[in-house]
C-alpha cells in the first residue's frame, strides 16, 4: 500500500511571495502518478500540477512548479509570486500507474495562507 | 459540459435512516470515483466503477453499497447511517484511453456534506 505524507499542516506567507509545500511518499511501485490540488473554502478540489514518474523533467503550470526527487521519494510544490486567491488546503496524491482504475492516495493536507 | 455532479449539496440524516447520493458526469468518462474527507483529513477511497455493470470496493466500503447501470450515473448508497459516516463525500471520474499505461486526471464534484445525528 501506498503512503503519502504532508508534514506541514499549517503555512502561512505574504502576497507577493514564494511558498513550498512538502509532500513524501512510500511506494514499492516504479510507475505511478503524483498530483497536487487545491481545496479552497468552497470545498471544490481542483488539480493544480501533475507528474508522471517516468518524466524527468519537473513539472510547471504557470506560478505552479514542482521539485520531483524519484530516489528520495519527495514531490513539493513551490508557488511563485503567492496572491490572495492562493488561500486553501493543498493536497498531495498519489496514483499507481499501469492502466488500472485505482484511486487515489491522499495525504492529510497543508493550510495554506497568503497575507495581504 | 457540467462536468461532475453531485446532489444533494447537504442532508442530515438520523442514524439508522438510510439515503442515496447521486453523482452524474457528461464527459463519457469510463472510471468513476467515491471519495470520503473527514474533518482535518485527505480523501479516502469508498467504492470505483471501471464502466457500467463493475463496481470494486476501495479503502474504506463498509456500510456502503453502490451500483453503476449507465455510463453517466454512479450513485453511493448508504443504508443505515451512523454517526462514523458523518463527512463529505466527493465522487470523482477520468478516462482511461485505450492506450495501456497512460492514467488520467481525475475530475472532481462538488461534494455532498453528510451529518449523522
Known amino acids: 500500500a501506498q503512503t503519502v505524507t504532508q508534514s506541514q499542516p499549517e503555512m502561512s506567507v505574504q502576497e507577493a511571495e514564494t511558498v513550498t509545500l512538502s509532500c513524501t511518499y512510500d511506494?514499492?511501485?516504479?510507475?505511478?502518478?503524483l498530483f497536487w490540488y487545491k481545496q479552497p473554502p468552497s470545498r471544490q478540489m481542483i488539480l493544480v500540477i501533475r507528474q508522471e514518474a517516468y518524466k524527468q523533467q519537473n513539472a510547471t503550470e504557470n506560478r505552479f512548479s514542482v521539485n520531483f526527487q524519484k530516489a528520495a521519494k519527495s514531490f513539493s510544490l513551490k508557488i511563485s509570486d503567492s496572491q490572495l486567491g492562493d488561500t486553501a488546503m493543498y493536497f498531495c496524491?498519489?496514483?499507481?500507474?499501469?492502466?488500472?482504475?485505482?484511486?487515489?492516495?491522499f495525504g492529510k493536507g497543508t493550510h495554506l495562507i497568503i497575507q495581504p | 459540459n457540467a462536468g461532475v455532479t453531485q446532489t444533494p449539496k447537504f442532508r442530515i440524516l438520523k442514524i439508522g435512516q438510510s439515503m442515496t447520493l447521486q453523482c452524474t458526469q457528461d464527459m463519457n468518462h469510463n472510471y468513476m470515483y467515491w471519495y470520503r474527507q473527514d474533518p482535518g483529513m485527505g480523501l479516502k477511497l469508498i467504492y470505483y466503477?471501471?464502466?457500467?455493470?463493475?463496481?470494486d470496493k476501495g479503502e474504506v466500503p463498509n456500510g456502503y453499497n453502490v451500483s453503476r447501470s449507465t455510463t453517466e450515473d454512479f450513485p453511493l448508497r448508504l443504508e443505515l447511517a451512523a454517526p462514523s459516516q458523518t463527512s463529505v463525500y466527493f465522487c470523482?471520474?477520468?478516462?482511461?484511453?485505450?492506450?495501456?499505461?497512460?492514467?488520467?486526471?481525475?475530475?472532481f464534484g462538488p461534494g455532498t456534506r453528510l451529518l449523522v445525528l
Open positions: 511506494t514499492s511501485e516504479n510507475n505511478y502518478y
Open positions: 466503477s471501471v464502466g457500467a455493470g463493475i463496481t
Open positions: 470523482a471520474s477520468s478516462y482511461l484511453p485505450r492506450r495501456a499505461g497512460i492514467q488520467e486526471t481525475q475530475y
Open positions: 496524491a498519489f496514483m499507481k500507474g499501469g492502466g488500472g482504475a485505482d484511486g487515489l492516495t
